[in-house]
Each structure stands twice: as C-alpha cells, then as structure tokens.
C-alpha cells in the first residue's frame, strides 16, 4: 500500500489547507455563513462518490486518482484565484468533486493491493496518510498565511502544487498486483 498511501499524503494536505483557512478566506470575501463553503463542498463530494466507485471498478484506479489529481489541482488554484463569492463557491465544487474521487478510490487501491491477511494494516496505513497529510496541511498552511490575507492565494498554490506532485508521482510509479494466498 506504499503508492496509495504516498499519493493519499499528498492529496489530503489539500484538505488541511481547505480546513484550515477556507472560514478565514470565506469571510474575507464577504460570506456571513463560512459553512456555505462547506456545503457546496460536502455536497460535490458525496454526490461524485457515487459515479467514481463505479468509474474505478471499470477504468482502474489509478486512472480515477490521476483525474481526481488534476481537478484537485485546478478546484485549488481556482480557490486561490477567487476574488468573489460565487467564484469561490464554484471553486469549493470542483475541490468537492475531486475529493470525492480521491479517497474512496485510494483507499479501494490500497484493499486492492493488501494481502487479505494484512488489510488491517493496510486501512490503518491509509488512515494515518490521511491524518498525516491533513495535519500538514492545516499546519504548513496556517503558517503561511499566518493572518495576512496577501497569503492566501499561497496556500491554496501550495495545495495545487502537491496535487500535481501525486499526479506525476502515480505517472512514475507502477503498482505490484495484489498478493494471493498461498
């Protein structure tokens, strides 16, 4: 579970920029209610989940999380670019959409490649990743920022930026196929 596990921790850092600064941001743009942003996000997410299971099954999984990659990358770098609400919010759509490809797809790769006798570590690998990259995120970006609005934009930069890096990370990688029982 090495390649999701990688991949997770670079996508989800994305996660903790969003949690962290998207209220801060939200409310310098002039939302009352920082939970909109939430919404529309939870929202995409949880409607995509519906179609991307699917389109993993069929495609493969590293097919989906390429695609998730780079609509992670462009929902962030349009999120740093928002300079109106509606803008943002359509911003937190695409960021939705991506995520809700991401981590159901990486994690079905991660049970995909664990021997059945370990799946147990590998969801618990997975899980860490995930609590990794967003605890990063959330940290690094809150430093970034470090209330200063000009900051911004770079930390929803830095986000894109680690998506592009799991893109290309799953574009170098190849994946063993999963171990059978002996």
């Not at 969003?18 to 209610?33: H, K, M, Q, R, V």
């Not at 989906?64 to 759509?93: D, E, P, Q, R």
């Not at 799991?166 to 063993?176: E, M």
Request: charged share 10%.
């Amino acid at each position: 579970v090495q390649h999701p596990a990688v991949f997770l921790i670079l996508t989800s850092f994305s996660f903790g920029v969003i949690l962290t600064i998207a209220p801060d941001f939200s409310e310098y743009l002039g939302i009352a209610n920082k939970g909109i942003f939430f919404t529309c996000f939870t929202v995409a997410s949880i409607a995509t989940r519906f179609f991307a299971g699917k389109a993993s099954d069929k495609y493969g999984r590293k097919v989906v999380l390429k695609i998730a990659a780079l609509i992670m990358m462009l929902g962030m770098v349009a999120i740093g670019l928002a300079n109106t609400v509606s803008v943002l919010l359509a911003a937190s759509i695409i960021f939705g959409i991506s995520f809700g490809m991401n981590s159901p797809t990486a994690f079905a790769w991660a049970i995909d490649l664990s021997h059945e006798q370990y799946r147990g570590r590998g969801m618990a690998t997975m899980y860490i990743s995930l609590e990794l990259g967003i605890g990063l995120g959330a940290l690094l970006s809150g430093w970034i920022y470090g209330n200063n609005p000009d900051m911004f934009s770079y930390t929803f930069y830095l986000g894109a930026a680690l998506s592009f890096i799991a893109f290309c990370y799953l574009q170098l990688t190849r994946s063993k196929k999963k171990i059978k029982a002996v």
